[in-house]
């Protein structure tokens, strides 16, 4: 089970820094030349709100380390628990879904 990640309608931030590993050997997972995906929707339902690519910083890519760097409206959602599903498609073209699901929770802005 995952903490639930805080966010604030309209906001751009704060990046997501995901670290990616093998659930067997528990290294991580080699990240050059692929494609990293979080899926946004809501909870229970099964409509996915946006996909945003993951930053992947060439230095890192052997680590497994990645970022989720929000644009402008992503988080222009109601307020309430969303969820995210993290794919990856390796320079070679596999792809594999992570299992474990990301969970968030957004509130509304002051002003």
């Not at 409509?47 to 929000?70: K, Q």
């Amino acid at each position: 089970m995952t903490d639930r990640i805080k966010l604030v309608q309209g906001d751009t931030g704060p990046q997501i820094r995901l670290t990616l590993k093998d659930s067997e050997t528990n290294q991580p997972t080699d990240l050059t030349g692929a494609t990293v995906t979080l899926h946004f929707r809501a909870v229970d339902t099964d409509t996915v709100l946006f996909s945003r690519n993951a930053f992947i910083n060439p230095d890192e890519a052997d680590t497994g380390v990645c970022y989720i760097e929000w644009a402008e409206g992503d988080l222009d959602q109601e307020e309430g628990n969303y969820e995210g599903e993290v794919e990856v498609v390796n320079a070679t073209g596999v792809r594999e879904t992570i299992f474990l699901i990301l969970k968030f929770k957004i509130r509304s802005q002051f002003a």
